[in-house]
Structures are given as C-alpha cells and as structure tokens.
T-cell receptor
Framework: GAGVSQTPSNKVTEKGKYVELRCDPI?????LYWYRQSLGQGPEFLIY????????DSGLPNDRFFAVRPEGSVSTLKIQRTERGDSAVYLC??????????????FGPGTRLTVL | GNSVTQMEGPVTLSEEAFLTINCTYT??????LFWYVQYPGEGLQLLLK?????DKGSNKGFEATYRKETTSFHLEKGSVQVSDSAVYFC?????????????FGKGTLLTVNP
C-alpha cells in the first residue's frame, strides 16, 4: 500500500513569503505528526494531530507556523512571513494508534524548504 | 529533560567492515531507546528499539544493547554493505511521557564503499 506522501518535495521561496506544505498520511491512520529537520540536526517535533484536532502543538516555534487537518486525513503546514531560519526539511509521519509510540510512526520523505 | 548524544560523522567504511556508531543518553528513569535510519531520498524508518535496560534490539544485522551502567545504546553491525549507506539517528522519548514525541540525536552519516 501507499506510504506517507509529502508535496512538494522541494520548495524554494523568498523571505517574507507564505508557504504551504502538504502531507498525505497512510489511509486509515488517525494520528499525524509534523517534524522539522534543520541541516546537521535530528528531527524536532512540531505538532501532533489526533483526527482533526491538534492534540499537541507545543513544538511550533512561533505564531508564524500553523497546521490544519480539516477532514482528519490530509494535513497542511502553513508558514507565514518566512525567514531564512525556516529553511529545513519538514517531515510528516502518521500512525494507526492514537498517540502511538514512536515505533508506530511511518514517515514521509519530507519537503525541503529553502528560504532565500 | 531527556537527551541523546550521538557520535558525529561522517563515517566511511569499506564493505564488510565492522560498524559502531556511539550513542549515549541522559534520562530520568529508563525510557525506551530507538535507532532510526534515513536512506537517501526515503523517509525515516525505525531500525530497532529496546524497551528496558539490558535489552538488545536487532534488525537487518544491526544490534544495539541498552546499557544502563554506561548510559549507552551503541549501534553495531558486523559486516556492512553498500546498501547500509544512510543517516542513522539515536532517539528517545522526552521526560514525562508523551511517547510519540521523540528527541533525536544529530544523526551520523554512514557511507559504505565497495
């Protein structure tokens, strides 16, 4: 079956612009997670959705970052007024089990965001 | 809070060489420990895990033993292959639960040459 997919695979934008990153989880997975992986670093947790609601958004760095999952499937990570420091690979993961342990999360290939 | 310190890379080996990637942790209690692998162009994958002290996780010829005496979870493989070339991450959950929210090391890039 299909895994987690993320689009676009690469996104180049200019400082100050708005971007949207999309995640399609595995069908039937109720939990969805976003992580950010900066160059030379491990992934850092951003937000976790259970169904349509954000169960934990403690990792979002500031109010320029926002994520939605209106129908409990596809999720969009939105970044306003992008800054050069936002450049990173944004990873999405999904899991079947609500708040499942990390060994239940399936990761997508990521979206590489470059802010010029 | 809980944290991991991972051996910095890159690591370059010849095929069939022995691999060790060091990982030490700081944690309250004895949380589960994980190794993840990221192959070029692919998503992060769980490689192996250990859920308690003295456990040994293993998968695809890789092994790691949860050693509380040395607070370590080193990744080893006896004979690496070109296909093992990837970035490897050590990880653990944060203090206080929230098991879905992992803390990762910085990653170690492994290149295996034929």
């Amino acid at each position: 079956g299909a895994g987690v997919s993320q689009t676009p695979s690469n996104k180049v934008t200019e400082k100050g612009k708005y971007v949207e990153l999309r995640c399609d989880p595995i069908s039937g997975h109720t939990a969805l997670y976003w992580y950010r992986q900066s160059l030379g670093q491990g992934p850092e947790f951003l937000i976790y959705f259970q169904g349509t609601g954000a169960a934990d958004d403690s990792g979002l760095p500031n109010d320029r970052f926002f994520a939605v999952r209106p129908e409990g499937s596809v999720s969009t990570l939105k970044i306003q007024r992008t800054e050069r420091g936002d450049s990173a690979v944004y990873l999405c993961a999904s899991s079947l089990t609500p708040s499942g342990g990390p060994d239940t999360q399936y990761f997508g290939p990521g979206t590489r965001l470059t802010v010029l | 809070g809980n944290s991991v310190t991972q051996m910095e890379g890159p690591v370059t080996l010849s095929e069939e060489a022995f691999l060790t990637i060091n990982c030490t942790y700081t944690a309250t209690g004895y949380p589960s420990l994980f190794w993840y692998v990221q192959y070029p162009g692919e998503g992060l994958q769980l490689l192996l895990k250990a859920t308690k002290a003295d456990d040994k996780g293993s998968n695809k010829g890789f092994e790691a033993t949860y050693r509380k005496e040395t607070t370590s979870f080193h990744l080893e493989k006896g004979s690496v292959q070109v296909s093992d070339s990837a970035v490897y991450f050590c990880a653990l959950p944060p203090r206080g639960g929230s098991n879905y929210k992992l803390t990762f090391g910085k990653g170690t890039l492994l290149t295996v040459n034929p």
